[in-house]
């Protein structure tokens, strides 16, 4: 096992560059504990040219963002034949468009919020859906571009409108679901345990929520009933199978207990590249699990193949 060749591949050039930095050093070292020989890769437009030369075992995937979770570089890594952990290339690409992953979650009995795909121009001065609701892009992560429109809002929100929103034309509108903020994780063919967010000093699980210390508070085991923590967890282990996902997947819940202690729980989208920051959620919920971090990382080199 200590010989195996594995090339970290961090950074890029998305707008998550800072979050992958952070996730492939934390990796890296890691594996790098464990035994492994590590190559950080800093990546590039000549990744595959640098890989080509590399020749790693395993490629370990530590991107965040288009092209590193979008199915872009799991077909470089398809076509020059190196085993690489996460998600492949359609499930990849279908978990990063919201909308598309939307319907399959949907037709495989997960309960999903009403939404419309827009062209953000298209949205002009009248609300599209009954506030409140989310604009969201269709194809980002780390709630990068995502905006709230509340109950008594005059009018759509101008920034997606505007010169300065740099995220695609493509927004998805969607019913805005009140309550409390689970997620789950799957390892394989296992659902791990369900984590409450509680975001401290924002409105929602926003970016400085999910990578700043202090930005929210993780409660695994989440506090809620056994049928609904065991609901959550089937529903996981469903979107993450429907997808296609390989490895490690997490799928984000919303959970509105205001008019009945059974609530209303809704499927919000599956992350295929969740976060390995040191305040990330999925590095918790293995060692909920009783894995510590290098188990967890070793895990998934040893489960990396092509054609996932």
């Known amino acids: 096992m200590g010989g195996k060749h594995v090339a970290v591949l961090l950074g890029g050039f998305s707008s998550e560059r800072p979050v992958s930095l952070s996730s492939g050093k934390a990796c890296a070292d890691a594996l790098e504990a464990e035994g492994y020989r590590v190559t950080r890769v800093d990546v590039e437009r000549d990744v595959s040219a640098r890989l080509a030369e590399l020749k790693p075992d395993v490629v370990f995937n530590a991107l965040h963002g288009p092209f590193g979770e979008d199915g872009t570089i799991q077909g470089v890594l398809e076509y020059l034949q190196i085993p690489y952990t996460h998600s492949g290339v359609m ?16 037709a495989a009995g997960i309960p999903v919020a009403a939404s419309l795909v827009l062209d953000r121009f298209a949205i002009g001065g009248e609300h599209p859906m009954e506030p409140p609701y989310v604009v969201k892009p269709v194809r980002e992560g780390s709630s990068f571009g995502v905006v709230i429109v509340k109950e008594d809002q005059a009018h759509p929100p101008q920034i997606v409108t505007s010169s300065e929103w740099r995220y695609g034309d493509e927004v998805l509108v969607e019913r805005y679901i009140h309550g409390r903020e689970l997620t789950c994780g799957v390892m394989g063919d ?26 929210s508070k993780h409660v695994i085991p989440a506090e809620i009933s ?75 080199v040893e489960d990396a193949s092509c054609s996932r």
């Open 91 to 106: 499930a990849s690409a279908l978990a990063m468009d919201k909308a598309r992953a939307k319907t399959v979650a949907a």
């Open 226 to 300: 056994p049928n609904l923590y065991q609901k959550i967890q089937l529903l996981a282990l469903r979107a993450h199978q429907a997808i296609g996902c390989r490895g490690v997947s997490r799928s984000d819940f919303r959970f509105d207990d205001r008019f009945s202690e059974e609530g209303e729980l809704i499927w919000l989208e599956i992350n295929t590249q969740p976060g390995m920051t040191p305040t990330s959620l999925l590095p918790e919920m293995a060692a909920h699990a009783g894995y510590s971090f290098g188990e967890f990382l070793r895990w998934m």
């Open 190 to 215: 296992a659902a791990l345990g369900v984590t409450e967010i509680v975001p401290l000093g924002h409105s929602f699980y926003d970016y400085d929520s999910k990578y700043v210390a202090g930005g």
